[in-house]
């Protein structure tokens, strides 16, 4: 079965390999390091919060970016041990410095879906503008060869996974709170 998952994996990487050109090339470079370190995300987050019409929006971010964290990077990351595609393929020439840590699942994509998704769970037309935005970086991983589609794939559920814990997590927070009749 594993040996079915990572010729698939290969075998779609190679298909978006083949639309490499110097164009793309620069658009998924810049898209990939809007995402490096939660970088668009964790300032996207101070914005919402520094607003006081989008503070709860702001909130539910931050708080399914740090639930990503927890998940994502020191959790599911160490537990699987993932070698990177460009590691068990020597032959790739990357257009970004080599990451370093394990592979699965997609950090970058898990934090963009993490916060897109708790955007768009108040506001539509701008959840879905950055739905966009976190579906571009997420493909600028595998176009860039650092990521398998799998790793893509469990970074969306991951980032939706936290988004709507964070969401629910505010929603009942506010209900312990509010007035009592």
Do not use: Q
């Amino acid at each position: 079965m594993n040996n079915v998952i990572l010729n698939f994996d290969f075998s779609l990487l190679d298909s978006i390999s083949a639309l490499k050109n110097e164009y793309l090339d620069k658009i998924m470079v810049f898209f990939t390091l809007l995402g490096e370190n939660g970088f668009l995300w964790i300032v996207l987050t101070l914005i919402l919060l520094s607003v006081k019409k989008t503070r709860k929006i702001g909130a539910c971010v931050a708080l399914a970016l740090v639930l990503d964290l927890l998940l994502v990077n020191i959790t599911i990351k160490p537990l699987v041990a993932r070698a990177r595609p460009f590691v068990l393929k020597s032959d790739i020439e990357l257009l970004i410095n080599a990451p370093r840590d394990f592979s699965f699942p997609s950090g970058h994509t898990a934090a963009s879906f993490a916060a897109a998704v708790s955007v768009f769970l108040f506001n539509k037309k701008w959840g879905s503008v950055l739905l966009g935005v976190a579906a571009i970086i997420a493909f600028s991983r595998l176009y860039l060869y650092v990521h398998y589609p799998t790793d893509v794939l469990g970074g969306i559920l991951c980032g939706l996974l936290v988004a709507i814990i964070a969401y629910y997590i505010l929603e009942k927070a506010k209900k312990d709170v509010g007035p009592k009749s």
